[in-house]
Nanobody, 126 residues
Framework: QVQLAESGGGLVQAGGSLKLSCVVS????????MGWFRQAPGKEREFVAA????????FYGDSVKGRFTVTRDNAKNTLYLQMNSLQPEETAVYYC???????????????????WGQGTQVTVSS
């Protein structure tokens, strides 16, 4: 059974930074592309960032480009999201997700991800 556990969320002032982590178990982490998504109250879950299984490609949602960085440590089965210059409108629950098929190219489509964590709350105060 695949399990994903996010951590690192919290309360931060506008302009501040946070680094999220996601530890994956029950699956050979190094074979799967991974993604980060977020969901604000009353809104749909939206794509934030994704990274290929081999780290050769990473891409981002338009609103976070240049401020967020997604990385992974396959030796530690861990995915990361470094978030800088956070804004109040980015207050949301942040989720990590693992793609359905091994060795696939990272995508932004939720349907391509079959395993999700419980999420970690990020609150940005103004």
């Amino acid at each position: 059974q695949v399990q994903l556990a996010e951590s690192g969320g919290g309360l931060v002032q506008a302009g501040g930074s946070l680094k999220l982590s996601c530890v994956v178990s029950g699956r050979t982490f190094s074979r799967y592309s991974m993604g980060w998504f977020r969901q604000a109250p009353g809104k749909e879950r939206e794509f934030v960032a994704a990274i290929n299984w081999d780290s050769r490609r990473a891409f981002y949602g338009d609103s976070v480009k240049g401020r967020f960085t997604v990385t992974r440590d396959n030796a530690k089965n861990t995915l990361y999201l470094q978030m800088n210059s956070l804004q109040p409108e980015e207050t949301a629950v942040y989720y990590c997700a693992s793609q359905r098929h091994p060795f696939g190219v990272a995508t932004l489509r939720k349907i391509d991800y079959d395993s999700w964590g419980q999420g970690t709350q990020v609150t940005v105060s103004s």
